[in-house]
């Protein structure tokens, strides 16, 4: 027997019969005997406290220990490890699924069964332990049976990734859409789901012929591929202007365009109305000096576009510089060589080069684009989109689940679409360019063309973001921003106050509770998403196994699904046995993991697919340990889609606001929450100290992040000018 | 590929086992000590924590406040319907309170403060056979900017019929009743004062002059307060706000008469901490209760009559206030009814 296995049998045995299976306070509903304490594990509950149906789990851990303790019977070990470990599994959801806190879950189980006198709480330590144990079990008998060429890792991982996005988004999301069919009354019919799917204000095309608005689907898709465009083009000329020319400012740069993506919701569109409303500055300069008429444009398509390219351009930049930068020269070298103007170099080697990256740029901003809440909430005016659509179908005066769920799920149906697009465009060509071989030259020079087109939309870019930050920043210690505009720190100190009490020191500002919750919950999901990404885009990138496609696909289910309908979910999930978590930190951490992980998987898929297997191999074969090989040379090539995933997954657990308006409890309030609050009340000074704050706080942890995970050095790409001199080996 | 893949197999313990901490690491931490009392709030921030912090102090009882809008609440509360982490919903227009009646997921309690209580608050309690009670009302009125007014020489809007004069063209923002309960008490508020036919004439008329159907009900408050539009329909509470804030604005009542919000209290069925929530409804009933409003500089008219008047607030006297028609109007079918009509006819056209 391997070790590994025995291992996670010994877990399994732990937490059937030594940790507490159930969580918290559900330990003893009201119907329950006295049982003996909260800690109270499986094996102790079924025996003394009639929980019966727990008992037979202990049958697939005998039998496992069985085939893992008696040598006789090693041939047939897989077998019955993949067959206790998938028993083990099913016993423990159905009878988790079907026994809720005041006996059998529905009607139906009853009147089959007859009646339970007991209940039981959501699972605990000793359940999550067992669950485990078993699904891994369950993998290592695959692997031992011959799938997956018999790797237990790959087994285990796919087990592991499958296991927890089923838990985690398939159960939420399947609670919300299965009410697509809903006639009102608890029923499902494909009549009520019929006529949601092709109502006339989602589909029509009015606004082609007369003037009339157009059907939602039609303003989410324009207002999704213009975002995606605009971001991608953007990204581009940053991550080339950063990467490939002589731009001295770079750092600069960088900070520039990771700004919008530490700002929290409404910000953004806060300044972009002082600036372009009708009573905005800029408006108003416009007439004074060249006598425009002051309007609304910016409330609508245009005000939204403009906010979203501004919010989604650094993550289109996050995935670019990645791939830019593993761009290797020598192919380059090798076109010019052969007489390749630049501009055909370009053309011919660097561009399709960079293609995954464009892709995947393209992609996330376009998914990004159609999730997005905040943005058409504050800038949309007339003008409707489908996230916004759904947050009212919930929560509007209407109180439509069902229609949420319809248009939930034509959302969805669009990334998909998405995505089947982007695989087509890449196709199965290789990209790799990381390689062993000799890899020294020096990036070439852009073509001319490109460079001042990189030029021309970066820095302008960079300006006005900088103005907008400007304004935010200084907006923080004005009096009333936009009317009295009189300096103050009253707004911070109502903020972050600090005093002297009997007790010491006393955090008596109204921002501090929720900013301590904020950075526990970033800070703890911040690694967990990174690692489940980056281990997913391993997956993905290199192993090969039947149905890797759909699975990439179901990786990036949470992500293309607004953050509202997310939400409600949870609560409709995790709110009652067998998963209980709401009021807890820990729904928040789960529910930042799993929507933030599709970023760093497409980051760290972007970023393996330039390195090239034969590194893996040359470093093995030159005698070097498995542990050394991921830390001396996988981890440092994915140095980019570390931080990525890093730096994006601490972010957005700070920042985002719509995922979380439902999961945030008294005890848990989170800082965009508290944030939006005060924006609704008028209260703006306070909220933008708020913001300005995060911001800062977001920069220093961002400096720490690259600073720990350091910089890729790929061949002399980074090298200063004096080595440039030097021969190349 | 072999040797590849070898490393990983060695690595697949080591991942195995951070996923085992991992799973320790959510665990979920033991739910929240007994005798806390969670209570959802639908008024400003500031408020929520006033009456929270003024019943600690009364009670001893510790009481964690999410603010939450009426959509949100209602929607938190029946997705939790089946094992109710919330105890009691605390204001908030009295249209969802009454819905949450109807679906029942609140609990019917009589209080002793009954009899104390203004005839529009105990008739929210009627109409909700028990299971809400209103704790203030908010009249329905126009804000609008004084110094862009002041600048273009505009008379304020005194009346409904002022809305359709042509210098407001484009001037005015209303919310988008299928999307804010605030819009929806307009609609059916023109609907009682008008009839619906003449109702729906006046708004393909108010349509020329509006410029944008939000989607919050304060919304058009703050855009006024802004100077970003001139002319907003509004709970006039939410005006006086952004004047108390600073803002050039005013409110004024429609001359026509003018429909109101019952911002109102329920307590949750299945609630784990009665007697705390019976508690805390009755000190939100209390004169006591009800004055940390005005100190926090909200000003809804308190619902009981012993209870001090905030000199700010808009004196519902004054107002010619409709006999608001929460039976018929609150009901599942005619909200449905009036708002389809509304999107085929009014926003199907806007532009």
Same mark, same amino acid.
């Given at each position: 027997? =391997?070790?590994?296995?025995?291992?996670?049998?010994?877990?399994?045995? @732990?937490?059937?019969?030594l940790l507490p299976w159930f969580a918290g306070s559900g330990t003893q509903p009201a119907?329950a005997p006295p049982s003996p304490g909260p800690a109270g594990s499986a094996l102790i509950d079924?025996?003394t406290n009639?929980r019966?149906?727990l008992?037979?789990?202990?049958?697939?851990?005998?039998?496992?220990?069985? @085939?893992?303790? $008696?040598?006789?019977?090693?041939?047939?070990?897989?077998?019955?490890?993949?067959?206790?470990?998938?028993?083990?599994?099913?016993?423990?959801?159905?009878?988790?699924?079907?026994?809720?806190?005041?006996?059998?879950?529905?009607?139906?189980?009853?009147?089959?069964?007859?009646?339970?006198?007991?209940?039981q709480g959501g699972f605990g330590a000793g359940a999550a332990?067992?669950?485990?144990?078993?699904?891994?079990?369950?993998?290592?008998?695959?692997?031992?049976?011959?799938?997956?060429?018999?790797?237990?890792?790959?087994?285990?991982?796919?087990?592991?990734?499958?296991?927890?996005?089923?838990? !985690?988004?398939? %159960?939420?999301?399947?609670?919300?859409?299965?009410?697509?069919?809903?006639?009102?009354?608890?029923?499902?019919?494909?009549?009520?789901?019929?006529?949601?799917?092709?109502?006339?204000?989602?589909?029509?095309?009015?606004?082609?012929?007369?003037?009339?608005?157009?059907?939602?689907?039609?303003?989410?898709?324009?207002?999704?591929?213009?975002?995606?465009?605009?971001?991608?083009?953007?990204?581009?000329?940053?991550? %080339?202007?950063?990467?490939?020319?002589?731009?001295?400012?770079?750092?600069?740069?960088?900070?520039?365009?990771?700004?919008?993506?530490?700002?929290?919701?409404?910000?953004?569109?806060?300044?972009?109305?002082?600036?372009?409303?009708?009573?905005?500055?800029?408006?108003?300069?416009?007439?004074?000096?060249?006598?425009?008429?002051?309007?609304?444009?910016?409330?609508?398509?245009?005000?939204?576009?403009?906010?979203?390219?501004?919010?989604?351009?650094?993550?289109?930049?996050?995935?670019?510089?990645?791939?830019?930068?593993?761009?290797?020269?020598?192919?380059?070298?090798?076109?010019?060589?052969?007489?390749?103007?630049?501009? +055909?170099?370009?053309?011919?080697?660097?561009?399709?080069?960079?293609?995954?990256? @464009?892709?995947?740029?393209? $992609?996330?901003?376009?998914?990004?684009?159609?999730?997005?809440?905040?943005?058409?909430?504050?800038?949309?005016?007339?003008?409707?989109?489908?996230?916004?659509?759904?947050?009212?179908?919930?929560?509007?005066?209407?109180?439509?689940?069902?229609?949420?769920?319809?248009?939930?799920?034509?959302?969805?149906?669009?990334?998909?679409?998405?995505?089947?697009?982007?695989?087509?465009?890449?196709?199965?060509?290789?990209?790799?360019?990381?390689?062993?071989?000799?890899?020294?030259?020096?990036?070439?020079?852009?073509? =001319?063309?490109?460079?001042?087109?990189?030029?021309?939309?970066?820095?302008?870019?960079?300006?006005?973001?900088?103005?907008?930050?400007?304004?935010?920043?200084?907006?923080?210690?004005?009096?009333?921003?936009?009317?009295?505009?009189?300096?103050?720190?009253?707004?911070?100190?109502?903020? !972050?106050?600090?005093?002297?009490?009997?007790?010491?020191?006393?955090?008596?500002?109204?921002?501090?509770?929720?900013?301590?919750?904020?950075?526990?919950?970033?800070?703890?999901?911040?690694?967990?998403?990174?690692? &489940?990404?980056?281990?997913?885009?391993?997956?993905?990138?290199?192993?090969?196994?039947?149905?890797?496609?759909?699975?990439?696909?179901?990786?990036?289910?949470?992500?293309?699904?607004?953050?509202?309908?997310?939400?409600?979910?949870?609560?409709?999930?995790?709110?009652?046995p067998?998963?209980e978590?709401?009021?807890t930190?820990?729904?928040?951490?789960?529910?930042?993991?799993?929507?933030?992980?599709?970023?760093?998987?497409?980051?760290?898929?972007?970023?393996?697919?330039?390195?090239?297997?034969?590194?893996?191999?040359?470093?093995?074969?030159?005698?070097?340990?498995? @542990?050394?090989?991921?830390?001396?040379?996988? %981890?440092?090539?994915?140095?980019?889609?570390?931080?990525?995933?890093?730096?994006?997954?601490?972010?957005?657990?700070?920042?985002?606001?719509?995922?979380?308006?439902?999961?945030?409890?008294?005890?848990?309030?989170?800082?965009?929450?508290? +944030?939006?609050?005060?924006?609704?009340?008028?209260?703006?000074?306070?909220?933008?100290?708020?913001?300005?704050?995060?911001?800062?706080?977001?920069?220093?942890?961002?400096?720490?992040?690259?600073?720990? &995970?350091?910089?890729? =050095?790929?061949?002399?790409?980074?090298?200063?000018?004096?080595?440039?001199?030097?021969?190349?080996? | 590929?072999?040797?590849?893949?070898?490393?990983?197999?060695?690595?697949?313990?080591?991942?195995?086992?951070?996923?085992?901490?991992?799973?320790?690491?959510?665990t979920p931490a033991p739910a929240k000590a007994q005798?806390?009392?969670?209570?959802?709030?639908?008024?400003?921030?500031?408020?929520?924590?006033?009456?929270?912090?003024?019943?600690?102090?009364?009670?001893?009882?510790?009481?964690?406040?999410?603010?939450?809008?009426?959509?949100?609440?209602?929607?938190?509360?029946?997705?939790?319907?089946?094992?109710?982490?919330?105890?009691?919903?605390?204001?908030?227009?009295?249209?969802?309170?009454?819905?949450?009646?109807?679906?029942?997921?609140?609990?019917?309690?009589?209080?002793?403060?009954?009899?104390?209580?203004?005839?529009?608050?105990?008739?929210?309690?009627?109409?909700?056979?028990?299971?809400?009670?209103?704790?203030?009302?908010?009249?329905?009125?126009?804000?609008? /900017?004084?110094?862009?007014?002041?600048?273009?020489?505009?008379?304020?809007?005194?009346?409904?019929?002022?809305?359709?004069?042509?210098?407001?063209?484009?001037?005015?923002?209303?919310?988008?009743?299928?999307?804010?309960?605030?819009?929806?008490?307009?609609?059916?508020?023109?609907?009682?004062?008008?009839?619906?036919?003449?109702?729906?004439?006046?708004?393909?008329?108010?349509?020329?002059?509006?410029?944008?159907?939000?989607?919050?009900?304060?919304?058009?408050?703050?855009?006024?307060?802004?100077?970003?539009?001139?002319?907003?329909?509004?709970?006039?509470?939410?005006?006086?706000?952004?004047?108390?804030?600073?803002?050039?604005?005013?409110?004024?009542?429609?001359?026509?008469?003018?429909?109101?919000?019952?911002?109102?209290?329920? #307590?949750?069925?299945?609630? *784990? /901490?009665?007697?705390?929530?019976?508690?805390?409804?009755?000190?939100?009933?209390?004169?006591?209760?009800?004055?940390?409003?005005?100190?926090?500089?909200?000003?809804?008219?308190?619902? /009981?009559?012993?209870?001090?008047?905030?000199?700010?607030?808009? /004196?519902?006297?004054?107002?010619?206030? #409709?006999?608001?028609?929460?039976? *018929?109007?609150?009901?599942?079918?005619?909200?449905?009814?009036?708002?389809?009509?509304?999107?085929?006819?009014?926003?199907?056209?806007?532009?």
């Amino acid at each position: 027997m =391997r070790p590994r296995s025995a291992i996670w049998l010994a877990l399994g045995w @732990v937490g059937f019969a030594l940790l507490p299976w159930f969580a918290g306070s559900g330990t003893q509903p009201a119907l329950a005997p006295p049982s003996p304490g909260p800690a109270g594990s499986a094996l102790i509950d079924g025996l003394t406290n009639g929980r019966w149906w727990l008992l037979p789990i202990a049958l697939p851990l005998l039998l496992a220990l069985a @085939v893992t303790a $008696l040598p006789g019977l090693r041939a047939r070990r897989p077998a019955v490890l993949l067959a206790s470990g998938a028993f083990g599994l099913a016993w423990i959801t159905v009878q988790g699924f079907a026994i809720g806190l005041d006996g059998w879950a529905s009607g139906w189980l009853g009147a089959l069964f007859g009646p339970l006198a007991l209940g039981q709480g959501g699972f605990g330590a000793g359940a999550a332990l067992t669950a485990l144990s078993f699904l891994f079990l369950m993998t290592n008998g695959f692997a031992g049976l011959g799938f997956m060429k018999g790797d237990r890792f790959t087994a285990g991982a796919i087990g592991l990734v499958l296991a927890a996005i089923a838990a !985690f988004v398939f %159960l939420p999301v399947g609670y919300v859409l299965s009410g697509a069919g809903d006639t009102g009354s608890g029923g499902f019919s494909a009549a009520a789901l019929g006529a949601r799917l092709a109502a006339p204000d989602i589909w029509r095309l009015s606004c082609l012929t007369e003037a009339k608005s157009c059907g939602v689907v039609w303003n989410s898709v324009f207002l999704a591929v213009m975002t995606g465009i605009a971001t991608t083009l953007l990204g581009l000329a940053f991550a %080339l202007v950063a990467v490939r020319t002589g731009f001295r400012a770079k750092k600069l740069l960088r900070v520039l365009t990771v700004l919008p993506i530490i700002t929290p919701p409404f910000v953004i569109s806060l300044a972009v109305i002082l600036l372009f409303g009708r009573n905005g500055t800029v408006t108003l300069a416009m007439s004074d000096w060249f006598g425009l008429p002051a309007s609304r444009w910016i409330y609508g398509l245009p005000g939204v576009l403009l906010t979203q390219t501004l919010a989604f351009t650094p993550i289109s930049f996050l995935v670019m510089i990645g791939v830019v930068q593993g761009i290797g020269p020598s192919l380059e070298e090798a076109a010019q060589t052969l007489r390749a103007s630049r501009w +055909i170099t370009f053309r011919t080697v660097t561009w399709p080069l960079m293609r995954p990256g @464009v892709a995947n740029a393209f $992609l996330i901003s376009f998914i990004e684009s159609l999730a997005d809440f905040g943005n058409p909430l504050i800038l949309g005016g007339n003008f409707e989109v489908l996230s916004t659509k759904i947050y009212f179908a919930v929560v509007g005066a209407q109180n439509d689940p069902g229609r949420a769920a319809a248009l939930g799920i034509i959302l969805l149906c669009l990334c998909l679409g998405a995505f089947w697009v982007q695989r087509q465009w890449l196709g199965k060509k290789s990209y790799a360019t990381v390689g062993g071989k000799g890899d020294n030259g020096i990036p070439s020079q852009l073509p =001319r063309g490109i460079k001042i087109a990189a030029y021309a939309t970066a820095l302008p870019w960079a300006a006005f973001t900088f103005v907008l930050y400007g304004l935010i920043l200084f907006g923080g210690f004005t009096e009333n921003w936009g009317r009295n505009n009189s300096l103050t720190l009253r707004h911070y100190l109502a903020a !972050f106050d600090l005093s002297w009490g009997p007790g010491g020191l006393i955090w008596s500002g109204r921002a501090w509770g929720s900013l301590f919750t904020t950075i526990e919950v970033a800070a703890l999901s911040a690694p967990l998403t990174a690692a &489940v990404g980056l281990l997913t885009a391993y997956l993905l990138v290199r192993q090969s196994f039947k149905g890797r496609g759909a699975f990439e696909f179901l990786t990036m289910l949470s992500f293309a699904i607004p953050g509202t309908v997310i939400g409600i979910s949870y609560i409709l999930a995790f709110n009652q046995p067998p998963i209980e978590l709401t009021g807890t930190i820990t729904i928040l951490i789960i529910c930042f993991v799993f929507r933030n992980m599709p970023v760093s998987i497409r980051a760290g898929v972007a970023a393996m697919s330039q390195i090239d297997r034969s590194l893996d191999e040359c470093s093995l074969t030159l005698g070097a340990g498995s @542990v050394q090989t991921i830390r001396r040379v996988i %981890l440092p090539l994915l140095r980019p889609a570390i931080v990525a995933s890093l730096v994006y997954s601490f972010v957005r657990a700070i920042t985002s606001i719509s995922a979380v308006i439902f999961l945030v409890s008294p005890k848990y309030e989170l800082a965009t929450a508290y +944030i939006v609050g005060r924006v609704e009340q008028g209260d703006f000074g306070l909220a933008i100290a708020y913001s300005s704050a995060l911001i800062v706080l977001m920069s220093v942890v961002i400096a720490l992040i690259q600073f720990a &995970v350091g910089e890729r =050095r790929i061949g002399r790409r980074a090298a200063t000018p004096v080595t440039l001199q030097e021969k190349p080996v | 590929m072999k040797s590849a893949a070898n490393w990983i197999k060695s690595a697949g313990f080591g991942l195995g086992a951070l996923a085992a901490g991992a799973v320790f690491a959510v665990t979920p931490a033991p739910a929240k000590a007994q005798g806390t009392l969670t209570v959802l709030c639908g008024v400003q921030e500031e408020w929520c924590k006033a009456i929270a912090v003024a019943f600690e102090k009364k009670s001893g009882i510790a009481v964690a406040m999410s603010r939450k809008s009426a959509g949100e609440a209602l929607a938190q509360i029946r997705a939790e319907a089946a094992n109710p982490k919330t105890d009691v919903w605390w204001g908030g227009p009295g249209d969802p309170h009454l819905q949450a009646a109807e679906e029942g997921l609140t609990l019917a309690y009589e209080s002793p403060q009954y009899k104390e209580l203004q005839p529009w608050a105990q008739s929210q309690y009627k109409q909700s056979q028990g299971r809400s009670i209103g704790i203030y009302a908010g009249a329905l009125g126009f804000t609008y /900017n004084t110094e862009l007014l002041g600048k273009r020489k505009i008379q304020a809007p005194k009346c409904w019929a002022d809305l359709l004069r042509p210098e407001f063209k484009d001037e005015i923002q209303v919310a988008n009743p299928n999307a804010s309960g605030t819009a929806y008490t307009a609609l059916a508020t023109l609907v009682q004062i008008f009839g619906e036919e003449k109702a729906f004439d006046y708004l393909k008329k108010l349509n020329e002059n509006v410029n944008q159907y939000t989607k919050s009900g304060s919304a058009p408050a703050a855009a006024v307060a802004r100077s970003e539009t001139l002319v907003g329909i509004i709970f006039m509470h939410d005006g006086i706000n952004q004047k108390i804030n600073g803002f050039p604005v005013d409110v004024s009542a429609p001359c026509e008469g003018t429909g109101y919000e019952i911002g109102s209290v329920s #307590i949750i069925k299945g609630s *784990k /901490n009665l007697d705390a929530a019976k508690a805390f409804y009755e000190f939100s009933l209390s004169p006591e209760g009800q004055a940390t409003g005005a100190e926090t500089k909200q000003f809804q008219m308190p619902s /009981n009559r012993k209870a001090a008047v905030p000199p700010e607030a808009p /004196n519902l006297e004054e107002i010619r206030l #409709i006999d608001y028609n929460f039976q *018929k109007y609150g009901t599942a079918e005619e909200r449905k009814r009036l708002l389809s009509r509304w999107d085929a006819e009014i926003k199907s056209v806007a532009r």
